[in-house]
């Protein structure tokens, strides 16, 4: 690299303070008014991270009434990826400069993985973008920075959309980069990606619960939903309006330097580069230039915008009776306007078409809502879910279930709830007068509805597993099977794990067959993990590997449903959250959705056994 300049043309006017104040304004939304916020500041040296840090610093000197309620301070990263020679060097300088404009900044050296010749690594990019991502996010994790922004900028749009339209992809992909989102390359990492708060304030220190009992014999209290994780390092890109000329006009009228890679102006490196050479180069038809790849971008996010609107129409109009994190599942009747779906008007076929590809385009959009609440996946792309939308559309023909985005769609003819919010099925015999269960809404016209749970693991593939050593303890949350926050700490002299309830642990081999506790495990089991839902319950449990003394029983809990087994003693500390949910969207409908709670918490000597050491 070297340092770099050059002219623009005169229509390339500077950005000034108000306009990106006015572009900031769109694309980030603080959390809390009234408080000076830091946020995090991606430097990569170059003009676009350079111009970034100028007008950040410039708006942050703004009076106070012009910035309406903007406060924050600054911190920048520049990253040392250390894969050439003068890396180390060049970071350095890029850090002066950034301190010379008032900046504050630091160098986040990236340590490759020992042994790593970086020469050999075939998707280097790919890697050096996973490895960059984590640690700027770990760097705001440290700092408790919660948003950090990146110079992406319109030359970028275009070069995002002109390679996804080569690559096949739909108006989803189309939409090109957004202006905000969660953290890549992070899941899983807690603090960094949807996680590291909390949706109940209550206590902002981790609570761990002992396996000891806290009283002899069969203990009973209400439990609440446990808690469900909220937080998380969130990307804003507020420069997406202006295009790399203005950048490079504002650095220049300003007096700002910035280093320029050699390498992206290499067309054979990457197809990044090819398509950067392409839209600078004139050559292109003036349907994929520049300025028809930002309107395709814009018209691409119109049409998914308005399909989401439709799809929020339709989730007001559906019955959403239970969603309980303690087990994952959740209970949802559609609207007769999803599942009696036609098109009885004379359409010409085209309309037909369309209408039709609008309508399942909009449930798929609901269904992928809907999925995320209990999937364990990352994330559930929408071409995937076409035919459950077409499924759903039919619910009367409907198979009695199916799977989708790693999610089982369990159908039931008939679905009340009672007055504690439990979903229930009943058939004829339940449903005499007197014993009908009380229903909160009439739902006459449709009874069909559907329990979505965790897909059943398969036997031929090892379930999800957490091992924690002997004396030993997690050093953080760890996401367990993408669902499950959970927290251990072992010291006992056997290894512990976090697994599924499988069936070698039968309730009879949990409890005694006779006792009244076991009488209610079973009915715990019946009521909030019926049928396959248990067996994607997580359980605390001794390794497999681990040779038990005589009575003593390997599963130690189910942290979930807050049940322990035995005279355990306080060697083995857990604590365990969900994964985030969107609350809003869960309780977006007129009468507020039930979260199920059980009747009965067993605790540890209510079902006897030996002591954990």
Request: proline share 4%; hydrophobic share 35%.
């Amino acid at each position: 690299m070297s340092v770099f300049s050059r002219t623009v043309s005169k229509a390339a006017k500077p950005i000034t303070a108000a306009e990106f104040y006015l572009a900031l304004r769109h694309a980030w939304k603080p959390k809390y008014q009234s408080q000076v916020q830091t946020l995090g500041l991606a430097v990569s040296g170059g003009v676009d991270s350079m111009a970034l840090a100028y007008l950040c610093q410039s708006m942050k000197e703004l009076d106070t009434i012009d910035r309406d309620g903007l406060n924050f301070c600054l911190t920048a990263y520049v990253v040392d990826h250390r894969a050439r020679d003068g890396s180390t060097d060049e970071a350095n300088l890029v850090v002066k400069r950034l301190r010379r404009l008032g900046v504050k900044s630091r160098v986040l050296e990236l340590d490759w993985p020992r042994g790593s010749k970086l020469s050999q690594i075939a998707n280097f990019e790919s890697e050096a973008r996973r490895f960059r991502y984590r640690l700027l996010g770990h760097a705001c994790r440290e700092q408790s920075i919660e948003s950090l922004l990146l110079a992406h900028h319109a030359d970028d749009q275009a070069e995002t959309v002109l390679v996804r339209l080569s690559m096949g992809h739909k108006i989803t992909g189309l939409q090109g980069i957004q202006q905000s989102a969660d953290i890549p390359e992070c899941w899983g990492i807690h603090g960094l990606c949807q996680s590291g708060g909390c949706t109940q304030k209550t206590n902002n220190r981790i609570s761990h619960r002992s396996i000891k009992s806290r009283a002899s014999g069969n203990t009973r209290s209400d439990a609440t939903p446990i808690r469900s994780e909220d937080g998380g390092i969130s990307l804003y890109r507020p420069l997406l309006s202006f295009g790399k000329e203005r950048l490079i006009a504002t650095c220049l009228a300003e007096g700002v330097e910035w280093v320029e890679d050699e390498t992206n102006q290499d067309p054979t490196l990457t197809i990044r580069n090819t398509a950067r050479q392409l839209l600078t180069s004139g050559r292109l038809p003036v349907a994929l230039r520049k300025p028809s790849m930002i309107v395709l971008a814009k018209s691409a996010r119109s049409s998914v915008v308005a399909l989401e609107k439709s799809a929020e129409r339709l989730r007001h109009a559906c019955d959403i009776l239970s969603f309980d994190n303690r087990v994952g599942s959740l209970v949802v009747r559609f609207s007769k306007e999803i599942t009696s779906f036609n098109l009885l008007k004379p359409y010409t076929q085209e309309e037909f078409r369309r209408k039709e590809f609008e309508h399942l385009s909009s449930v798929s959009i609901l269904l992928r809502r809907l999925i995320e609440l209990v999937s364990p996946l990352e994330t559930v792309r929408l071409q995937s879910l076409q035919a459950a939308a077409k499924i759903i559309c039919r619910s009367k023909d409907a198979p009695p279930g199916f799977t989708a985005g790693c999610v089982r769609f369990q159908r039931s003819e008939s679905v009340a709830s009672d007055s504690g919010g439990r979903s229930r099925k009943f058939d004829s015999a339940s449903t005499s007068e007197g014993n009908r269960p009380y229903s909160r809404r009439d739902t006459s016209d449709n009874q069909i509805a559907w329990t979505l749970s965790r897909q059943p693991y398969f036997s031929k593939t090892a379930p999800p597993t957490i091992l924690v050593h002997k004396q030993t303890a997690t050093k953080d949350f760890v996401l367990w099977d993408g669902r499950f926050w959970t927290h251990l700490q072992n010291d006992t002299t056997h290894d512990i794990c976090v697994r599924p309830l499988c069936t070698s642990d039968s309730t009879d081999q949990l409890a005694s067959k006779f006792t009244k506790a076991n009488r209610n495990l079973r009915s715990m089991l019946h009521e909030f993990a019926l049928g396959d839902i248990r067996w994607t319950l997580p359980v605390i449990a001794f390794a497999d590997h681990v040779t038990l003394p005589s009575g003593v029983r390997r599963v130690i809990a189910i942290p979930s449903l807050n049940i322990t087994f035995g005279k355990h003693n306080s060697l083995i500390n857990w604590a365990i959250r969900y994964k985030k949910v969107d609350l809003g969207f869960l309780h977006s409908q007129a009468e507020p959705v039930k979260m199920l709670q059980p009747k009965d918490v067993i605790h540890a000597d209510a079902l006897g056994g030996g002591d954990a050491t």
